[in-house]
């Protein structure tokens, strides 16, 4: 998948808000707009397809964010501004070990159905694009015994790297499917979200899986 198609989708979303948000001829039908603060956890598991067999791998993360969301009669449209941060570690060629953290930052584009509401209750059913961005990562770098030599320098650093240098994906385009509900004036959000391009760089693929809990305040 080129950068290209995300990006039309993006758009392709973008106008329809905008259609969805036009006023109506009767007042019973105008569209409510909500605006979301949330923070939540997440869980990220990375699936090396390697010669000797698939690698799981999962790291613990949170995120928070903002963004509005439309309502009109029984469907919805929102688009949220996250900032995310997630531990990781790895493995070279070379044997030597990353072990930190890598900030990014998500531009989810949801569309879905609300089945049931009330004055106090609403229940809502979702899916999405997500346009992941990998910006940096900071990282402790261990040097293998066969590489380590104190006489030229330590064996281990604390270093901020771009994601290409550790052959990270900078863009991602992820699917997300979820479920959430308001009560009253908070919002309970559970979402899964799966890569539809590979997680890094390498020769092999790396699929991408994600899981988040979220707790928003509605204004």
């Known amino acids: 998948m080129?950068?290209?198609t995300p990006l039309l989708m993006t758009g392709a979303?973008?106008?329809?808000?905008?259609?969805?948000?036009?006023?109506?001829?009767?007042?019973?039908?105008?569209?409510?707009?909500?605006?979301?603060?949330?923070?939540?956890?997440?869980?990220?598991?990375?699936?090396?397809?390697?010669?000797?067999?698939?690698?799981?791998?999962?790291?613990?993360?949170w995120?928070?964010?903002?963004?509005?969301?439309?309502?009109?009669?029984?469907?919805f449209v929102e688009v949220l501004f996250s900032f995310n941060r997630?531990?990781?570690?790895?493995?070279?060629?070379?044997?030597?070990?990353?072990a930190g953290q890598v900030n990014s930052f998500e531009l989810p584009l949801n569309a879905g159905f609300i089945p049931?509401?009330?004055?106090?209750?609403?229940l809502y059913l979702y899916g999405g694009l997500?346009?992941?961005?990998?910006?940096?990562?900071?990282?402790t770098v261990d040097l293998p015994e066969s590489l380590c030599d104190p006489d030229f320098g330590p064996c281990s650093a604390e270093v901020k790297l771009r994601p290409k240098e550790v052959d990270f994906a900078i863009y991602q385009a992820l699917a997300r499917f979820g479920i959430n509900f308001d009560l009253a004036m908070f919002n309970f959000d559970f979402n899964y979200s799966i890569s539809m391009n590979g997680a890094t760089t390498t020769s092999y693929r790396t699929g991408y899986?994600?899981?988040q809990l979220n707790l928003a305040y509605l204004f």
């Open 2 to 4: 080129t950068m290209k």
């Open 13 to 61: 979303f973008l106008v329809a808000m905008l259609v969805l948000g036009l006023p109506a001829s009767s007042s019973a039908q105008q569209p409510k707009m909500d605006i979301k603060l949330f923070v939540g956890f997440s869980g990220t598991t990375f699936v090396s397809m390697l010669e000797e067999g698939r690698l799981r791998e999962t790291f613990a993360g």
């Open 63 to 75: 995120q928070i964010g903002f963004g509005p969301r439309l309502r009109k009669r029984t469907w």
């Open 86 to 98: 997630w531990a990781f570690s790895l493995l070279d060629a070379d044997g030597v070990k990353y």
């Open 116 to 122: 049931y509401k009330n004055a106090f209750f609403k």
């Open 130 to 139: 997500v346009n992941h961005f990998n910006t940096k990562l900071i990282a």
């Open 209 to 211: 899986h994600q899981i």
